[in-house]
């Protein structure tokens, strides 16, 4: 596969502002995850579930 050399390609501040939009999604989905497992055990401990 040959690379098409005039392709458009999206200008590098564009690409940057999109790597650190999804690099802080990440991070709030990382944080959002950890908090549902600590929600989870939790709420097992309440319940009586946690073996």
Request: charged content about 25%; hydrophobic content about 40%.
């Amino acid at each position: 596969m040959n690379p098409d050399v005039h392709r458009e390609l999206i200008p590098r501040d564009d690409t940057l502002h999109l790597i650190r939009a999804l690099d802080a999604m990440k991070g709030k989905l990382l944080h959002a995850a950890e908090q549902w497992q600590l929600l989870s055990l939790r709420q097992l401990e309440v319940t009586g579930q946690r073996g």
